[in-house]
Every structure is written in C-alpha cells, then in structure tokens.
C-alpha cells in the first residue's frame, strides 16, 4: 500500500495535515494514537469508506478490513455469515476461513447464530471474514477488542503466518502494547505521522 499526503478535515477543523505511508509486502506495522487523534478517519480512507480532501491511496492486490465495531447479521450464524461472504469474494471454497476458525478456536460455534456470541467470539468472526478471501494487505481496526488472553497470542500467531507468507498488515490502535510484535511502529499526532520506537510502554 502506498499513501501520499492524505489531508481531510471536518468542516473547518483539519483531521489530517498528510499523511504519507508505505506498507511493503511481508511487513506487520502499527499506528497508534490517542482518541480523537484521527485513526478513524484515517482508517476510513484507506479502505475507501471516505473520501479524503486531498492526497491519494493505492493498493496492490486484494484487501481485507476488519474493523472495531463488528458489523454481523444477528440473525444469522457463524456459517451462514461465512458462506455470504463466500459469495461476495468469489471464491470456490471456505478452506481458508475453516484454517482461520480452527486457529481462532471459533469452529465450534460454526452453527451458532451471531445474536447468542459473546463480543470477543463475534470479533473472531469479524477476524475471519476480513482473511477469508487471503488479502495481500490487511487493515485491522483495535482487532483484539475482547480477546481473552489465549486468544489474543493466537491473533499474533495469526499475523505471523500472514508476515511469513509475504502479507502486509496494518494494526490501528490507541496504545502500543502489542509493540514487540512489529516491524514498524508509527503515532499520529497532530494530524501526521512520525516513527515510534519499538518499545512497550
């Protein structure tokens, strides 16, 4: 992904002073920042939920988005939500989504409707419906939100095996605590980005 001076702003109040940014393949980065910082709307823009003032984003091969707030059919099971997005993703099979569940510990709800799932289990959903399709860039929107600790060490072990096969993955969140687990760490301040030490604060 390849971002260069992105400006928004709401109104008159500017959000974004440009942002410029380069994700190579095989590269786990992270941005972090405050609420109110801009990490929405910047989030926004990169998967074209927005469009920006000024600047332009381009990605290379397919995308994945999995944002905070989990947007599922309460109606609907864990499978039916699979094989919709099976539809929407054109692919032929979900043995990528059943490698992701099985990682997840979420196959065992496979037949359950979303309604009845605590929030951390929609969020593996949420998870594996932004990987299913095997996107080469992966923007991830606070994705650990309710993990249990064991959880959240297979989410990392997850992002590994999605560096090691050449993914990029971008992780937005408002504290770094995860920082050891990056190649590049970066906060937004001030509508602008600079480099952050790889340090857990």
């Known amino acids: 992904m390849e971002v260069q001076g992105?400006?928004?702003?709401?109104?008159?109040?500017?959000?974004?002073?440009?942002?410029?940014?380069?994700?190579?393949s095989g590269v786990?980065?992270?941005?972090?920042?405050?609420?109110?910082?801009g990490k929405s709307t910047l989030l926004k823009i990169l998967?074209?939920?927005l469009q920006p003032r000024s600047g332009f984003v381009r990605h290379l091969g397919r995308f994945g988005y999995c944002p905070q707030k989990a947007v599922l059919n309460k109606a609907l099971t864990v499978?039916?939500?699979l094989d919709f997005f099976k539809a929407a993703y054109g692919l032929t099979d979900l043995r990528r989504a059943e490698e992701v569940m099985e990682m997840l510990n979420l196959a065992d709800y496979?037949?359950?409707?979303?309604?009845?799932?605590?929030?951390?289990t929609q969020q593996k959903l949420n998870l594996t419906l932004a990987v299913m399709h095997d996107p080469q860039l992966l923007l991830l929107d606070e994705p650990y939100q309710g993990f249990d600790w064991d959880t959240y060490?297979?989410?990392?072990?997850?992002t590994a095996q999605l560096r090691a096969?050449?993914?990029?993955?971008?992780?937005?969140?408002?504290?770094?605590?995860?920082?050891?687990q990056l190649d590049e760490l970066q906060r937004l301040k001030d509508g602008t980005l600079c480099a952050a030490p790889l340090v857990t604060p």
């Open 47 to 49: 998967c074209g939920e």
């Open 110 to 120: 496979a037949d359950e409707r979303a309604s009845v799932l605590s929030g951390g």
């Open 79 to 81: 499978r039916q939500h």
């Open 28 to 37: 786990v980065a992270g941005i972090v920042g405050e609420n109110g910082a």
């Open 6 to 24: 992105l400006r928004h702003a709401y109104g008159r109040r500017p959000v974004l002073n440009g942002i410029d940014l380069v994700l190579h």
């Open 153 to 158: 060490q297979r989410f990392w072990d997850l």
């Open 165 to 180: 096969r050449g993914r990029s993955v971008l992780v937005v969140s408002h504290l770094a605590y995860d920082a050891q």
